[in-house]
T-cell receptor
Framework: KNQVEQSPQSLIILEGKNCTLQ??????????LRWYKQDTGRGPVSLTI?????NTKSNRRYTATLDADTKQSSLHITASQLSDSASYIC????????????FGSGTRLLVRP | DTGVSQDPRHKITKRGQNVTFRCDPI?????LYWYRQTLGQGPEFLTY????????KSRLLSDRFSAERPKGSFSTLEIQRTEQGDSAMYLC?????????????FGPGTRLTVL
């Protein structure tokens, strides 16, 4: 079964601190892996995208890694800001004609002052 | 703003009523997807269109649900005889098959509450 699992389920950190979110997937065939940020009551917004051959991708304070052998990914947030408070969802694109997305359940991050 | 719009943003209805949601994708995007997201969970695929053709429907899409994209532009999702279990955020996304990564851009969602 195609699944994406994330940990932790929720996380509270102080402003300015770093954190790392984890994602394991069992999606096949695999096209790419994305991390999305979703603010409460809004649609997801893409942060990074990595294909099978890419190990790391950065976008400002966000750095994503991908190990296609172990089927694991992480999202590292550096120098967190209050506006980083959101759900971070790991998403794998199915490499078939549909290219539909398989979502994890997300990590809810709360950044406190 | 991703360029994908959804209407309404919120809908409260009584059990048994019919509701219809609309999605306007990015204009040059030929693919349109519908997802459903319940509280605390990630979105789940419901159905998708390429132009006006509905190419796949999830088993989550019971016979009370119907989606259309009549002219290959906007899409509607109708739920008949709503049930409390239909309460969720309904997300629409669009993409183009001409790109290599098929990135899907999401709308803000329609939050449905069935009383």
């Amino acid at each position: 079964k195609n699944q994406v699992e994330q940990s932790p389920q929720s996380l509270i950190i102080l402003e300015g601190k770093n954190c790392t979110l984890q994602c394991n997937y069992t999606v096949s065939p695999f096209s790419n892996l994305r991390w999305y940020k979703q603010d409460t009551g809004r649609g997801p917004v893409s942060l990074t995208i990595m294909t099978f051959s890419e190990n790391t991708k950065s976008n400002r304070r966000y750095t994503a890694t991908l190990d296609a052998d172990t089927k694991q990914s992480s999202l590292h947030i550096t120098a967190s800001q209050l506006s980083d408070s959101a759900s971070y969802i790991c998403v794998v694109t199915l490499m078939d004609s549909s290219y539909k997305l398989i979502f994890g359940s997300g990590t809810r991050l709360l950044v406190r002052p | 703003d991703t360029g994908v719009s959804q209407d309404p943003r919120h809908k409260i209805t009584k059990r048994g009523q019919n509701v219809t949601f609309r999605c306007d994708p990015i204009s040059e995007h030929n693919r349109l997807y519908w997802y459903r997201q319940t509280l605390g969970q990630g979105p789940e695929f419901l159905t998708y269109f390429q132009n006006e053709a509905q190419l796949e429907k999830s088993r989550l899409l019971s016979d009370r649900f119907s989606a259309e994209r009549p002219k290959g532009s906007f899409s509607t999702l109708e739920i008949q005889r709503t049930e409390q279990g239909d309460s969720a955020m309904y997300l629409c996304a669009s993409s183009t098959t001409s790109g290599s990564k098929n990135e899907q851009f999401f709308g803000p969602g329609t939050r449905l509450t069935v009383l």
